[in-house]
């Protein structure tokens, strides 16, 4: 299911991850979860406020639930649309103690901010997303582990 060869996505700008976000959100099913990872200010969280305002979620609400840890958000699709930030977590141990299996596995979809905290506790099926600050300082690259299928279609579109 994971490729072999991630898809690298240059992001010139905030609107740029936005539409990321937006394009991926038209593939999900129930179940799919996405790990996203980053180092703070990378666009994580913009990231997710584009997902989620393609599923019909007032973006303004979608904010990066560090103290929180989790938030969720009702969609337009049917499903909740679940995001984790487990960035304050010192030990994957905590992660599993909220219970994710569970949220993983009751038909909705998932987002986890910062998964490489708690990369043990992510599913065989995960999508992983890494966003890096590229050189310049303003804009991003994207590096997508997708199933083959979606890193095909994005990269034709």
């Known amino acids: 299911m994971k490729p072999a060869n991630p898809l690298i996505i240059h992001l010139n700008d905030e609107i740029a991850t936005l539409n990321l976000g937006e394009r991926l959100a038209g593939f999900v099913q129930p179940g799919t ?28 609400s979608v904010t990066s639930p560090t103290y929180l840890l989790q938030q969720d958000y009702t969609t337009n699709r049917g499903f909740l649309l679940h995001h984790f930030d487990v960035y304050r977590l010192d030990d994957p141990d905590e992660f599993e103690a909220l219970g994710v299996g569970e949220t993983f596995d009751n038909g909705g979809v998932s987002i986890v901010e910062w998964a490489d905290k708690a990369i043990d506790s992510m599913p065989k099926n995960t999508w992983w997303i890494t966003i890096h600050h590229a050189e310049d300082g303003l804009s991003r690259t994207a590096e997508l582990q997708l199933p083959e299928e979606i890193q095909r279609e994005l990269n034709e579109a």
């Open 33 to 60: 979860v996405i790990a996203l990872i980053g180092n703070l200010g990378a666009g994580k969280t913009t990231f997710t406020k584009g997902f989620a305002r393609a599923l019909g979620v007032d973006e303004t």
